[in-house]
């Protein structure tokens, strides 16, 4: 029903700038994002996500750079000229109008009105699963339901975009993944182009068909969620896809630092590659995690199965850590 | 035992909030009172209550055109304090910054100001417009004196809004007009109409300003009481005071009433 969006419906990002007083909140972003694309914009707090999906939404002027839609120039035009639709955290139902009411607005906004709009806003009810709350106040919905009417708000208009700012940070983690693949499930029902934020990286690795990760109002690396688990391009990429060590160049042995997950470190049966000591073990049940630290004081972690015999290496004890080259990452910076 | 400790101990605080009703209800009863009073002159009735004085307010042509004239200057000016004082309070509430922080408090000093300082005031800038004495000035003057009072009462139901709520109507199509008209509004318009009642009450029972800028042609109703209270102690100026009382009180009943509603 809700897939009329043409193929020139891409949007470019071009060298896009913000600056507040001195402090930079994006910093020359390009970035191109596909016709039905799930693209999500992670980052740790204050990195720019949100400004950078309000300058798309058209809340936030740019000091510099371009966005086009299609080959057409957005960068100027007001919001509600966009036809992008918006789901906050905070959901921001209308609280004075019923669950229909708040998804005819877009509807009667733009004109449309009688059995046709009523019958589209009952389908948008219908594909959250929410039919039978139509007359309901948003007050009167769990914030799992007020998000799903948010949802069906934003789409029922079939806009050239959904734009989401951490839709579900509000939510419980179950609620949370079940909202996560529900989520999916109506962007590939709908086919419609999704940017998503988010500082979840699990979160953003589920879902995605793409991540763009922020630091410092700049792109640090855009690509499919394996490319950035398995090739992170930096160590700030790394650490945010949760590799745990880092091994400097002089440790390593090679030309650069090289980041090593806690699996893919072993125990050496001799004095193997890397020689620490171990200062910190925490018991998990199926697993223990361990910490040690090498000469010049770099930390490394790495688990061991539990039930693997009596020989287990105990705080205080000098160890040896080797792992394959085939799993370790070598990173461009430092 | 204890139980009675309490009660005794309660006597002084209860007999002071006792008397701190009485002394605020007390003047208002005795208008009632004298109001009905069936001597010649400002005094408690004796042998019975009359109606006169009503009768003489509602047939004399002085005190109706007053009261008319007090009626249409509310009316007028509540609507111009309740347009410009929603309007600016919203204003700030969308730049929420500094400056809006300074400009809603530069709404609010003629509330800050002593009124016979604001009538001096306005007599001087009115006599250069020529506004003294005309419907224009006491319009003008009551409506800004009255904007404190709406930009109170919707800013304070703006506080409570969530300013998402503008971005998402803007998202969904509806221009900045739209979204006033259709989500603003219908969400602040307790406060609104609290403000609207408070501005007719401030210009309905307002005397210094009128004290100023009233005269022959536009003669408020506080104004020609307070003439008649030093020219004669004529009992209608109780009946003309209840009367007032009565739609102060209507009007506040009315407010109380839509707030309850809107819980
Ligand atoms: N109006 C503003 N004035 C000044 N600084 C601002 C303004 N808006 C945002 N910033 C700054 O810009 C930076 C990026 O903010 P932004 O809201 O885009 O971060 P974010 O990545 O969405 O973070 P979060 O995950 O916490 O939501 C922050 O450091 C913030 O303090
Ligand atoms: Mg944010």
Redesign the pocket.
């Given at each position: 029903m809700m897939t009329h969006t043409p193929e020139t419906d891409t949007l470019k990002i071009r060298d896009l700038s913000k600056t507040?007083?001195k402090?930079r909140?994006l910093d020359t972003v390009s970035l191109g994002v596909d016709q039905g694309e799930f693209l999500t914009l992670l980052?740790?707090?204050?990195?720019?996500?949100?400004?950078?999906?309000?300058s798309i939404a058209g809340f936030i002027q740019p000091d510099h750079g371009q966005i086009t839609l299609g080959g057409r120039d957005i960068t100027h035009m007001p919001p509600e000229k966009r036809s992008f639709g918006m789901v906050f955290q905070g959901y921001a139902l209308f609280p004075h109008l019923t669950v229909n009411d708040n998804v005819m607005f877009p509807l009667k906004m733009r004109g449309e009105k009688g059995a046709q709009a009523a019958r589209r806003v009952a389908e948008a009810l219908e594909l959250v699963g929410l039919s039978d709350k139509g007359i309901r106040y948003p007050r009167e919905l769990s914030g799992g339901q007020q998000q799903r009417v948010a949802l069906a708000r934003a789409i029922v208009f079939q806009p050239h975009m959904l734009l989401l700012?951490?839709p579900l940070s509000a939510l419980d983690t179950q609620l949370r993944g079940q909202l996560q693949s529900e989520l999916k499930r109506l962007h590939r029902a709908v086919g419609l182009t999704f940017i998503y934020?988010t500082?979840d990286q699990s979160e953003a690795l589920s879902m995605s068909d793409r991540i763009a990760v922020?630091r410092e109002?700049r792109l640090e690396q855009v690509g499919r969620p394996d490319d950035l688990y398995d090739r992170p391009a930096n160590r700030f990429v790394a650490e945010f896809m949760g590799v745990e060590n880092f091994l400097p160049p002089e440790l390593s042995g090679g030309q650069h630092t090289l980041a090593l997950r806690a699996h893919a470190l072993e125990l050496a049966a001799g004095r193997g590659r890397v020689a620490a000591h171990v200062t910190e073990r925490d018991y998990y049940g199926a697993e223990i995690r361990y910490t040690a630290h090498t000469e010049s004081g770099v930390p490394l972690r790495f688990k061991i199965a539990a039930g693997q015999g009596e020989s287990l290496p105990q705080e205080g004890d000098a160890i040896g850590l080797d792992w394959q080259d085939k799993d370790a990452l070598p990173l461009a910076d430092h | 035992m204890s139980s009675f400790a309490r009660d005794n101990a309660s006597l002084p605080v209860r007999g002071s909030a006792w008397t701190i009703i009485c002394l605020m209800i007390l003047p208002m009863s005795v208008v009632f009172a004298v109001s009905v009073t069936d001597r010649p002159y400002l005094s408690l009735p004796e042998n019975g209550v009359s109606l006169q004085y009503y009768r003489n307010l509602f047939t004399s042509p002085e005190w109706l055109l007053s009261i008319w004239q007090s009626f249409v200057i509310a009316c007028v000016s509540t609507m111009v304090a309740g347009a410009l004082g929603t309007l600016g309070s919203i204003g700030c509430w969308r730049i929420s910054s500094g400056a809006s922080n300074v400009l809603r408090l530069v709404m609010l000093v003629p509330l800050m100001l002593p009124p016979i300082v604001y009538g001096l005031g306005a007599y001087q800038v009115w006599a250069d417009l020529g506004w003294i004495n005309t419907y224009t000035g006491i319009i003008v003057a009551h409506a800004m004196t009255g904007i404190p009072y709406v930009v109170i009462t919707v800013s304070t139901a703006l506080a409570g809004l969530d300013p998402k709520l503008e971005q998402a109507a803007r998202s969904l199509g509806a221009g900045m007009g739209a979204t006033i008209w259709y989500v603003i509004f219908p969400n602040i318009m307790p406060g609104i109409l609290s403000g609207l009642v408070f501005a007719f009450i401030h210009s309905w029972d307002e005397l210094v300003i009128a004290l100023f800028i009233a005269g022959r042609n536009v003669f408020t109703l506080p104004r020609r009481m307070w003439d008649g209270i030093n020219e004669n102690l004529d009992p209608t100026m109780a009946a003309v005071a209840s009367v007032l009382i009565l739609v102060t009180l209507g009007l506040l009943v009315f407010e109380l009433l839509g707030r309850g509603r809107k819980r």
């Amino acid at each position: 029903m809700m897939t009329h969006t043409p193929e020139t419906d891409t949007l470019k990002i071009r060298d896009l700038s913000k600056t507040y007083g001195k402090f930079r909140a994006l910093d020359t972003v390009s970035l191109g994002v596909d016709q039905g694309e799930f693209l999500t914009l992670l980052g740790p707090s204050g990195s720019g996500k949100t400004t950078l999906l309000m300058s798309i939404a058209g809340f936030i002027q740019p000091d510099h750079g371009q966005i086009t839609l299609g080959g057409r120039d957005i960068t100027h035009m007001p919001p509600e000229k966009r036809s992008f639709g918006m789901v906050f955290q905070g959901y921001a139902l209308f609280p004075h109008l019923t669950v229909n009411d708040n998804v005819m607005f877009p509807l009667k906004m733009r004109g449309e009105k009688g059995a046709q709009a009523a019958r589209r806003v009952a389908e948008a009810l219908e594909l959250v699963g929410l039919s039978d709350k139509g007359i309901r106040y948003p007050r009167e919905l769990s914030g799992g339901q007020q998000q799903r009417v948010a949802l069906a708000r934003a789409i029922v208009f079939q806009p050239h975009m959904l734009l989401l700012d951490e839709p579900l940070s509000a939510l419980d983690t179950q609620l949370r993944g079940q909202l996560q693949s529900e989520l999916k499930r109506l962007h590939r029902a709908v086919g419609l182009t999704f940017i998503y934020v988010t500082h979840d990286q699990s979160e953003a690795l589920s879902m995605s068909d793409r991540i763009a990760v922020m630091r410092e109002g700049r792109l640090e690396q855009v690509g499919r969620p394996d490319d950035l688990y398995d090739r992170p391009a930096n160590r700030f990429v790394a650490e945010f896809m949760g590799v745990e060590n880092f091994l400097p160049p002089e440790l390593s042995g090679g030309q650069h630092t090289l980041a090593l997950r806690a699996h893919a470190l072993e125990l050496a049966a001799g004095r193997g590659r890397v020689a620490a000591h171990v200062t910190e073990r925490d018991y998990y049940g199926a697993e223990i995690r361990y910490t040690a630290h090498t000469e010049s004081g770099v930390p490394l972690r790495f688990k061991i199965a539990a039930g693997q015999g009596e020989s287990l290496p105990q705080e205080g004890d000098a160890i040896g850590l080797d792992w394959q080259d085939k799993d370790a990452l070598p990173l461009a910076d430092h | 035992m204890s139980s009675f400790a309490r009660d005794n101990a309660s006597l002084p605080v209860r007999g002071s909030a006792w008397t701190i009703i009485c002394l605020m209800i007390l003047p208002m009863s005795v208008v009632f009172a004298v109001s009905v009073t069936d001597r010649p002159y400002l005094s408690l009735p004796e042998n019975g209550v009359s109606l006169q004085y009503y009768r003489n307010l509602f047939t004399s042509p002085e005190w109706l055109l007053s009261i008319w004239q007090s009626f249409v200057i509310a009316c007028v000016s509540t609507m111009v304090a309740g347009a410009l004082g929603t309007l600016g309070s919203i204003g700030c509430w969308r730049i929420s910054s500094g400056a809006s922080n300074v400009l809603r408090l530069v709404m609010l000093v003629p509330l800050m100001l002593p009124p016979i300082v604001y009538g001096l005031g306005a007599y001087q800038v009115w006599a250069d417009l020529g506004w003294i004495n005309t419907y224009t000035g006491i319009i003008v003057a009551h409506a800004m004196t009255g904007i404190p009072y709406v930009v109170i009462t919707v800013s304070t139901a703006l506080a409570g809004l969530d300013p998402k709520l503008e971005q998402a109507a803007r998202s969904l199509g509806a221009g900045m007009g739209a979204t006033i008209w259709y989500v603003i509004f219908p969400n602040i318009m307790p406060g609104i109409l609290s403000g609207l009642v408070f501005a007719f009450i401030h210009s309905w029972d307002e005397l210094v300003i009128a004290l100023f800028i009233a005269g022959r042609n536009v003669f408020t109703l506080p104004r020609r009481m307070w003439d008649g209270i030093n020219e004669n102690l004529d009992p209608t100026m109780a009946a003309v005071a209840s009367v007032l009382i009565l739609v102060t009180l209507g009007l506040l009943v009315f407010e109380l009433l839509g707030r309850g509603r809107k819980r």
